[in-house]
């Protein structure tokens, strides 16, 4: 059997196996020599019958090479993915031909999912990029993390399989830097702390994460107070790990839950806040007060540095500003006393 890749792709490769190369795997051999090739891809395309060694296809990702061997393969063109671009405004931060920085607005989806089969962040990226060279086989944005839909901030995409593959691996060994602000219930006593807890799914609602599920996975919250409210706190916050609403499970196990968070703060907490004007500032706040405001990782092709900031977006600054405002007048009138 012969695959005639030439007229499903172009640049098709041809490689010849060299005497350090005896012995491998002929999956682990085509990733060692494209970078932009994960061994998942190459295993697929070895059982579709598109990789030949010597003329002749060879389906058997385990099959040791010998030196002399060539080992010839084209990359299948990308297949249109099935969704739909959408002219959605986006806040791009950075572009280049690898990846895209995006500072998404609360409210937004990331990715398609149930009861949001439109409108989200990859259906506006469809539209604004008309370089992807394709994620997987498809021409689609690479998702590389996420923000929760009601959360505002900086987001990294990446256009190409090596790129996402590249971001992943930064991701995976924790070598990305992500910075969160958070406005939360309470008057933090401590200037910083640290928060280990493992973070799964809640025992009896699965809809919702829990710190004391008995199947969590290890998470890390560092937190430092930005500024001070009275019943409230502003912090700056830092995670280690990445594990699904990590944040605001962390913040709830501490008594701290963030402000507007209608999955995992108390609903009549705000009711319980004492100085009535904090209460009413509290209230304008329709969303849980949680935005991501610094990420640093390296450029996946260059290995350039790269750190991009984004400040509080304008419903959250507004209450924090009148907040400050209101504390620093009732301290004011504290010292003339």
Same mark, same amino acid.
């Given at each position: 059997?012969? !695959?005639?890749?030439?007229?499903?792709?172009?640049?098709?490769?041809?490689?010849?196996?060299?005497?350090?190369?005896?012995?491998?795997?002929?999956?682990?051999?085509?990733? &060692?020599?494209?970078?932009?090739?994960? +061994?998942?891809?190459?295993?697929?395309?070895?059982?579709?019958?598109?990789?030949?060694?010597?003329?002749?296809?060879?389906?058997?990702? &385990?099959? %040791?090479?010998?030196?002399?061997?060539?080992?010839?393969?084209?990359?299948? %063109?990308?297949?249109?993915? +099935?969704?739909?671009?959408?002219?959605?405004?986006? =806040?791009?931060?950075?572009?280049?031909?690898?990846?895209?920085?995006?500072?998404? @607005?609360?409210?937004?989806?990331?990715?398609?999912?149930?009861?949001?089969?439109? $409108?989200?962040?990859?259906?506006?990226?469809?539209?604004?990029?008309?370089?992807? =060279?394709?994620?997987?086989?498809?021409?689609? @944005?690479?998702?590389?993390?996420?923000?929760?839909?009601?959360?505002?901030? /900086?987001?990294?995409?990446?256009?190409?399989?090596?790129?996402? *593959? *590249?971001?992943?691996?930064?991701?995976?060994?924790?070598?990305?830097?992500?910075?969160?602000?958070? /406005?939360?219930?309470?008057?933090?006593?401590?200037?910083?702390?640290?928060?280990?807890?493992?973070? $799964?799914?809640?025992? =009896?609602?699965?809809?919702?994460?829990?710190?004391? &599920?008995?199947?969590?996975?290890?998470?890390?919250?560092?937190? *430092?107070?930005?500024? %001070?409210?009275?019943?409230?706190?502003?912090?700056?916050?830092?995670?280690?790990?990445? %594990?699904?609403?990590?944040?605001? !499970?962390?913040?709830?196990? !501490?008594?701290?839950?963030?402000?507007?968070?209608?999955?995992?703060?108390?609903? $009549?907490?705000?009711?319980?806040?004492?100085?009535? *004007?904090?209460?009413?500032?509290?209230? /304008?706040?329709?969303?849980?007060?949680?935005?991501? =405001?610094?990420?640093?990782?390296?450029?996946?092709?260059?290995?350039?540095?790269?750190?991009?900031?984004?400040?509080?977006?304008?419903?959250?600054?507004?209450?924090?500003?009148? /907040?400050?405002?209101?504390?620093?007048?009732?301290?004011? +009138?504290?010292?003339?006393?």
């Amino acid at each position: 059997l012969r !695959v005639n890749n030439a007229a499903e792709g172009s640049d098709r490769k041809v490689l010849t196996a060299g005497g350090k190369d005896a012995g491998l795997r002929l999956d682990v051999y085509l990733t &060692s020599q494209d970078a932009s090739l994960s +061994r998942s891809q190459v295993q697929k395309w070895i059982e579709q019958g598109r990789i030949e060694i010597d003329g002749a296809v060879c389906r058997r990702p &385990s099959r %040791r090479l010998k030196p002399e061997e060539v080992v010839s393969y084209s990359r299948p %063109r990308p297949v249109p993915y +099935r969704l739909f671009p959408e002219a959605i405004p986006l =806040s791009v931060v950075y572009e280049d031909e690898a990846i895209l920085v995006i500072d998404k @607005p609360a409210g937004m989806v990331v990715h398609p999912a149930a009861g949001h089969g439109t $409108g989200t962040l990859v259906h506006a990226v469809l539209a604004h990029c008309r370089d992807l =060279s394709g994620i997987g086989g498809e021409l689609r @944005p690479g998702i590389v993390h996420r923000l929760d839909k009601e959360t505002s901030g /900086l987001l990294v995409v990446a256009k190409s399989d090596e790129a996402h *593959r *590249r971001l992943a691996e930064q991701f995976k060994s924790r070598l990305v830097s992500k910075t969160y602000q958070a /406005l939360v219930f309470g008057d933090v006593r401590e200037e910083m702390g640290r928060i280990e807890k493992p973070v $799964g799914r809640h025992p =009896s609602d699965r809809k919702k994460m829990s710190a004391v &599920s008995l199947r969590g996975k290890p998470a890390v919250t560092s937190w *430092r107070v930005a500024e %001070r409210y009275g019943e409230a706190t502003l912090l700056d916050i830092r995670i280690e790990t990445g %594990r699904t609403h990590q944040i605001r !499970v962390h913040l709830t196990s !501490v008594g701290h839950p963030v402000v507007g968070d209608r999955t995992y703060g108390n609903p $009549g907490r705000v009711r319980n806040v004492r100085n009535p *004007r904090i209460r009413m500032l509290l209230q /304008l706040v329709n969303r849980q007060a949680l935005h991501a =405001s610094r990420l640093e990782f390296a450029h996946p092709l260059n290995g350039r540095p790269l750190a991009f900031c984004s400040p509080l977006p304008e419903d959250v600054r507004t209450v924090c500003e009148q /907040l400050r405002c209101l504390t620093t007048s009732n301290k004011d +009138r504290s010292d003339i006393l």
